[in-house]
């Protein structure tokens, strides 16, 4: 039988395989990123970081066992480690400001995502959260697996590295398993609003990286 999962990913193959394989991605591996697209890029994610807390919060809300609640709740506790640590080293590294932090001016996919996101918290459904967060953490484990070639060829520089490192590590494969798993077991193949809602999650993950050059 087809998975939830595999029906969403199908009917949005083009732009996923389009964000996967995308030139930040693929510069970003081969540290020929410019520190610039990299410093624009991570200043719109923090404000992307703001809805995804959100969404996971809202997540432990809805889920239906407590299981899934303590595996959503520790993921909570990684990104407020791990990940913020790499936010907090590169702002340091790239100096910026507080300012630049505070409210800058979004970028269209921004405010698509973050419109994305509070519709998605608003619904209090299990499976269209699962259908979101899918997109967001399984197709960028996606690149950095596949660009990477499994680990073979990594990047050196620390801002690109330290970027594959939090997307591929053990830990974020066992979640993404996890997240895949449970979209499977509470979603339904035939709901064609969800595979709509991760399609629009997918397209606004390519703009999110066609933004970074604009
Ligand atoms: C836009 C975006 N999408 C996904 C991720 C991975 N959590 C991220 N950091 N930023």
Known sequence: MTTAYETCKSACSEE?????????????????????????????????????YSLLGQAVASADRLESKIRLGRQLGFIANDEDSYF???????????AELDRPTLTPSSV???????????????????AVLCVAESLYLEWAQRLTDQGRVLPRKEQNLGWVRVHREAGFIEWVDFLIDELNRVGDPDDHAL????????????????????
Do not use: C
């Open 195 to 214: 595979s709509a809602r991760f399609a629009k999650a997918t397209h606004w993950e390519l703009e999110f990286l066609n933004d970074a050059y604009r």
């Open 16 to 52: 996923w395989d389009a964000a996967v394989n995308h030139r930040f991605n693929r510069e970003l591996v081969s540290d020929t990123l410019d520190d610039k697209v990299l410093r624009k890029y991570l200043i719109q994610d923090w404000q992307y970081t703001d809805g995804f």
């Open 112 to 130: 698509g995502m973050a419109r994305l996101y509070a519709d998605t918290v608003d619904t209090r459904r299990y499976a269209n959260i699962l």
């Open 88 to 98: 907090r080293d590169r702002f340091r590294q790239f100096k910026v400001t507080p």
